[in-house]
DNA sequence: AATCAATACGTTATAGCATAACACTGCTGC
DNA sequence: GCAGCAGTGTTATGCTATAACGTATTGATT
């Protein structure tokens, strides 16, 4: 398997280490998670890492899993996505798994049209179990 | 705007209270401002309206919003849903709109059949600005 | 070079959200 | 009765996130 993650050269350093952190991990990582995985590299404080949060997530370089208060590397390297993005969440092995559909899309644009809503950003997360835990179990 | 909301008679004082203060309310409640607002009621502590919540929920009586840490009502009277539920979130006026989509459930579903996941629960949540803001903002 | 604005950084303190653990109550069914 | 179960009340604690302060660095402008 790939990696099919990027590491732009701008990035400070706070903001290369965290995102460093979360392209190394196999599952979503708390902010808390990523501090004590960096108090070897000198970081000490939660806002170290919320401030390289934010940037991240705003440069779609990271995103936010919002049912659990944590934080994945995009798994797309070219990140152009502004529309939804999906996230499968197995409860199993903690993977999570990120794709994007046109129609979901679509269709949400649609409501958004007859309710006059103005869609800002949407988030779509889904738990469950994934195949490979699924027949671990079996 | 009639009520659509219901009450069943068989829930105990903390739940009846709890979902009370949520049927009441114009907007998304946390935990601690559902406590606050029962303080006069005699409830102290955190974790009787935890407690509460978490049946309320698990009988679809109320929904929990991942992107607020926050509680609403269910504004289906039957609420005999069990698939995917989405809410717009009006980041202006704090209003929460439900609805459903069988095509999105659809899309979901094909697209768990063809990863092999199983899928247990979905959030979908919308930020943005509903009509009526939008409005008063022009 | 001196200045300014913008951005990032580091630190301490605090706010806000959620649960662990324990003891007790009240009901239901045997 | 009494065993089992769901609900309750309380204290303590843990996890998640931000406020408020000052400093440092960078880059553009004069």
Redesign the pocket.
Known sequence: MAHDHVMPADL????ELVLGTLNHAPAPL????ILDLLRSE???????V???LD?LVERGLAHRLESL??FVACADAHCHRKGLIAFAICEGCGKVDEFADAVTEERLSAWAGATGFKVERTTMEIRGKCAVCLKAAA
């Open positions: 400070t350093r706070n903001q708390s902010a808390y998670d000198g970081l000490r404080a939660p806002l170290q919320y401030r390289a940037k208060n944590a």
